[in-house]
């Protein structure tokens, strides 16, 4: 980013540093007690007891290295105060407890803004405009530093996916500057903070592989397989194990590995969270109520053998379907394997640098989303983030982007469902949305319109089902007797774009064709 540019930059991430102050008096979620009891539970006992301490029901089950992180903001927050550090003190939440883990927040994310800044640097700026708002850097920098998603989960909802996405954001700058040893570092630092991100590790894998340790590639753009550089090979592999020796080896030692194992991958939640991320499973769910409620209206169905709610009591928990064959962890493993299996063999046969990372790495994250076991609806993040990056270079990427973004975005807005926010994520959505699809049109102003006439339609039919879920619903007598609706139809109407986002970027990569100079790279 040249010098005259630092400016704007600065003063993007002091505006947006600036807003996150304003939302600490704001609601927050249970994540907010998790986190205090993650620091009282790190700061008091000894290690041996971190993943065996079972007093809140908010157990530690993120992987050690966000341990050793909530261990070190322990000892500030004991100048805040020491009661918050306390174990046995369930949903304690003063005045200071709050301020400090809000600041908290707000400081890490740091790291965030310095990632963003790395990937502007990476923008390929071929498109020049005098003015600045006009800049890829620029409108990049908007998209992820005033990201919409990231600002409610985290500074509304509570969480640090900030600095996590930052350490992302890091490794794939580092992997575009061909700085392959330090992002493979980064990347694998930030597996052992938070295990979501197995998810991408695929992209991750193959593309160190097809692009560091091979070295060379034939005039058709084929694997040199003679380039293979077993040195390569070694450093990267020696950079996973110090990693996870620093990471896991003290439980290791401990003999306590399937202790921490068990609690990072808690199979018996059930295929789906609370509130139904909007995915395949959610549509599956939905399919299967509806065929249930088709079968008793004709009596194919015992209705006394139907248990109650068993998927809308919003609960987290197994549960059978009526009608569908249920489904187990194996079974979503297998289909999440297949839906990534096509992006990561694109990525081997049909190398295109690091738009190739980015478009593997989003379809990895997006088939993860669609088809894992107990996915949050916060992971779609995980999607929108690096897409951020593709949706700058291409008409046809923006256009995936603002459907999965606006898509994406107002899935999550159940999580805040208490009245105070209502206008605050309604204004913060509705003008970063309105700036992503500004931008982008005016990015791409000379190619043809990023949407056709059926996505704007399925995006505006967006509000009237906001206007029904906030505020006619509540008015209604359904409200008493069936409270999941409203969270039901924003799932499966969510679902439907994000499916579709998803399909249409597989067919986009799929269909790709490779041009003589990217076969020569």
Same mark, same amino acid.
């Given at each position: 980013?040249?010098?005259?540019?630092?400016?704007?930059?600065?003063?993007?991430?002091?505006?947006?540093?600036?807003?996150?102050?304003?939302?600490?008096?704001?609601? *927050?979620?249970?994540?907010?007690?998790?986190?205090?009891?993650?620091?009282?539970?790190?700061?008091?006992?000894?290690?041996?007891?971190?993943?065996?301490e079972?007093?809140?029901?908010?157990?530690?089950?993120?992987?050690?290295?966000?341990?050793?992180?909530?261990?070190?903001?322990?000892?500030?927050?004991?100048?805040?105060?020491?009661?918050?550090l306390?174990?046995?003190?369930?949903?304690?939440?003063?005045?200071?407890? %709050?301020?400090?883990?809000?600041?908290?927040?707000?400081?890490?994310?740091?790291?965030?803004?310095?990632?963003?800044?790395?990937?502007?640097?990476?923008?390929?700026?071929?498109?020049?405009?005098?003015? &600045?708002?006009?800049?890829?850097?620029?409108?990049?920098?908007?998209?992820?530093?005033?990201?919409?998603?990231?600002?409610?989960?985290?500074? &509304?909802?509570?969480? *640090?996916?900030?600095?996590?996405?930052?350490?992302?954001?890091?490794?794939?700058?580092?992997?575009?500057?061909?700085?392959?040893?330090?992002?493979?570092?980064?990347?694998?630092v930030?597996?052992?903070?938070?295990?979501?991100?197995? !998810? %991408?590790?695929?992209?991750?894998?193959?593309?160190?592989?097809?692009? *560091?340790?091979?070295?060379?590639?034939?005039?058709?753009?084929?694997?040199?397989?003679?380039?293979?550089?077993?040195?390569?090979?070694?450093?990267?592999?020696?950079?996973?194990?110090? %990693?996870?020796?620093?990471?896991?080896?003290?439980f290791?030692?401990?003999?306590?590995?399937? @202790?921490?194992?068990?609690?990072?991958?808690?199979?018996?939640?059930?295929?789906?969270?609370?509130?139904?991320a909007?995915?395949?499973?959610?549509? !599956?769910?939905?399919?299967d109520?509806?065929?249930?409620?088709?079968?008793?209206?004709?009596?194919?169905?015992?209705?006394?053998?139907?248990?109650?709610?068993?998927?809308?009591?919003?609960?987290? @928990?197994?549960? @059978?379907?009526?009608?569908?064959?249920?489904?187990?962890?194996?079974?979503?493993?297998?289909?999440?394997?297949?839906?990534?299996?096509?992006?990561v063999?694109?990525l081997?046969?049909?190398?295109?640098?690091?738009?190739?990372?980015?478009?593997?790495? %989003?379809?990895?994250?997006?088939?993860?989303?669609?088809?894992?076991?107990?996915?949050?609806?916060?992971?779609?993040?995980?999607?929108?983030?690096?897409?951020?990056?593709?949706?700058?270079?291409?008409?046809?990427?923006?256009g995936?982007?603002?459907i999965?973004?606006?898509?994406?975005h107002?899935?999550?807005?159940?999580?805040?469902?208490?009245?105070?926010?209502l206008?605050?994520?309604?204004?913060?959505?509705?003008?970063?949305?309105?700036?992503?699809f500004?931008?982008?049109?005016?990015?791409?102003?000379?190619?043809?319109?990023?949407?056709?006439?059926?996505?704007?339609?399925?995006?505006?039919?967006?509000?009237?089902?906001?206007?029904?879920?906030?505020?006619?619903?509540?008015?209604?007598?359904?409200?008493?007797?069936?409270?999941?609706?409203?969270?039901?139809?924003?799932?499966? !109407?969510?679902?439907?774009?994000?499916?579709?986002?998803?399909?249409?970027?597989?067919?986009?990569?799929?269909?790709?064709?490779?041009?003589?100079?990217?076969?020569?790279?």
């Amino acid at each position: 980013m040249a010098a005259g540019g630092r400016g704007w930059f600065r003063a993007l991430a002091l505006g947006v540093s600036f807003l996150k102050c304003l939302l600490i008096p704001a609601y *927050y979620s249970t994540d907010f007690e998790v986190h205090r009891n993650w620091l009282a539970i790190t700061h008091n006992l000894p290690l041996s007891q971190w993943y065996y301490e079972a007093t809140s029901e908010w157990t530690l089950d993120y992987p050690p290295f966000f341990a050793w992180f909530e261990y070190a903001l322990s000892h500030i927050a004991k100048y805040f105060d020491p009661q918050m550090l306390v174990v046995e003190n369930l949903n304690y939440t003063s005045r200071a407890t %709050v301020f400090f883990q809000r600041l908290s927040v707000i400081f890490t994310d740091t790291l965030f803004i310095y990632a963003v800044h790395e990937c502007c640097r990476c923008v390929n700026g071929k498109r020049a405009a005098k003015d &600045i708002l006009e800049k890829p850097a620029f409108i990049l920098a908007v998209l992820l530093l005033w990201n919409f998603g990231l600002l409610i989960v985290d500074h &509304i909802h509570f969480q *640090y996916n900030g600095f996590l996405f930052g350490l992302m954001l890091l490794s794939v700058a580092r992997l575009c500057q061909k700085r392959y040893l330090e992002g493979a570092l980064l990347f694998a630092v930030l597996l052992h903070f938070k295990h979501i991100y197995m !998810y %991408v590790a695929p992209a991750y894998g193959i593309y160190l592989l097809r692009s *560091y340790c091979f070295t060379a590639n034939n005039a058709d753009g084929s694997l040199k397989w003679r380039s293979f550089s077993f040195l390569h090979v070694t450093l990267l592999g020696l950079i996973v194990c110090l %990693v996870s020796a620093l990471s896991l080896g003290p439980f290791l030692v401990l003999g306590q590995l399937p @202790q921490v194992i068990s609690r990072l991958f808690p199979f018996k939640r059930g295929l789906c969270h609370a509130y139904w991320a909007p995915n395949f499973w959610a549509l !599956y769910n939905a399919m299967d109520k509806a065929l249930t409620v088709l079968g008793l209206k004709c009596n194919f169905l015992d209705g006394t053998k139907i248990p109650k709610a068993s998927m809308t009591g919003g609960l987290v @928990q197994e549960f @059978q379907h009526t009608v569908l064959p249920s489904v187990t962890p194996l079974a979503t493993l297998i289909c999440t394997f297949i839906a990534i299996l096509p992006s990561v063999f694109c990525l081997w046969f049909k190398p295109q640098g690091p738009r190739g990372f980015l478009q593997c790495l %989003v379809l990895c994250a997006l088939s993860s989303f669609m088809f894992g076991w107990h996915v949050h609806e916060k992971a779609i993040l995980l999607a929108i983030l690096p897409l951020s990056l593709l949706s700058i270079q291409r008409a046809k990427d923006a256009g995936i982007y603002l459907i999965l973004a606006t898509t994406g975005h107002f899935s999550l807005f159940p999580l805040l469902f208490t009245p105070p926010e209502l206008p605050i994520k309604i204004l913060l959505m509705l003008l970063f949305t309105v700036y992503s699809f500004s931008s982008l049109k005016s990015l791409f102003r000379r190619e043809k319109p990023l949407l056709n006439w059926l996505e704007t339609i399925y995006l505006i039919q967006l509000v009237p089902l906001e206007i029904f879920c906030e505020i006619i619903f509540p008015w209604t007598p359904w409200k008493r007797h069936f409270p999941f609706v409203p969270l039901l139809l924003t799932s499966v !109407y969510c679902a439907l774009g994000i499916t579709y986002a998803w399909l249409k970027l597989y067919v986009s990569v799929l269909t790709e064709r490779i041009s003589v100079r990217q076969k020569a790279e």
